[in-house]
T-cell receptor, first 110, second 112 residues
Framework: GEDVEQSLFLSVREGDSSVINCTYT??????LYWYKQEPGAGLQLLTY???NMDMKQDQRLTVLLNKKDKHLSLRIADTQTGDSAIYFC??????????WGAGTKLIIKP | NAGVTQTPKFQVLKTGQSMTLQCAQD?????MSWYRQDPGMGLRLIHY???????DQGEVPNGYNVSRSTTEDFPLRLLSAAPSQTSVYFC???????????FGPGTRLTVT
């Protein structure tokens, strides 16, 4: 079945760039998403990319999509302490249901 | 707009007890979903609804029931709680299949 994989942790220094990676299996996905979950809260949509795009930039966020390798990444420039959260990658399956990764916990070191 | 609200925030149940987790949204969204979140795993879909009166099973429906009598409300019922149902439960709504999902704050459930 469809699967979405992410590393569970990423540690970066404040001010550096963070790159969170995700691989997925369903080549029919139309949208791929990044959601952010802050401690004790629900998930919030951070950004998304349509499957016919290679890149999307939104302020400090850059999403790169490599459809051939089924690889999605989220780059956060100038990482701040407020970026500490769990970041979830998700794809839509053929029934338009979301398939979620396990989430990457971003840890910011001072 | 309150968005998506869930009650209670925390609940402890004994094995075999039943209870209902409440979810409501005030955005007139047709799509509503229930997920559970377990450590080291992605969100898993329990049940979802594409409109009032219509519900369907997700990936892990066993032990849970849902109903959707109104657009606003989508309660999740645990019929006979088991320790394996200890988890954080999230309700979400969206205006369409490929649209942004709005999540509630979650209910942390412990079954002893």
């Amino acid at each position: 079945g469809e699967d979405v994989e992410q590393s569970l942790f990423l540690s970066v220094r404040e001010g550096d760039s963070s790159v969170i990676n995700c691989t997925y299996t369903d080549s029919s996905s139309t949208y791929l998403y990044w959601y952010k979950q802050e401690p004790g809260a629900g998930l919030q949509l951070l950004t998304y990319i349509f499957s016919n795009m290679d890149m999307k930039q939104d302020q400090r966020l850059t999403v790169l999509l490599n459809k051939k390798d089924k690889h999605l990444s989220l780059r956060i420039a100038d990482t701040q302490t407020g970026d500490s959260a769990i970041y979830f990658c998700a794809e839509t399956d053929s029934n338009y249901q979301l398939i979620w990764g396990a989430g990457t916990k971003l840890i910011i070191k001072p | 707009n309150a968005g998506v609200t869930q009650t209670p925030k925390f609940q402890v149940l004994k094995t075999g007890q039943s209870m209902t987790l409440q979810c409501a949204q005030d955005m007139n969204h047709e799509y509503m979903s229930w997920y559970r979140q377990d450590p080291g795993m992605g969100l898993r879909l329990i049940h979802y609804s594409v409109g009032a009166g219509i519900t369907d099973q997700g990936e892990v429906p066993n032990g849970y029931n849902v109903s959707r009598s109104t657009t606003e409300d989508f309660p999740l019922r645990l019929l006979s709680a088991a320790p394996s149902q200890t988890s954080v439960y999230f309700c979400a709504s969206s205006s369409g299949k490929n649209y942004e999902q709005y999540f509630g704050p979650g209910t942390r459930l412990t079954v002893t």
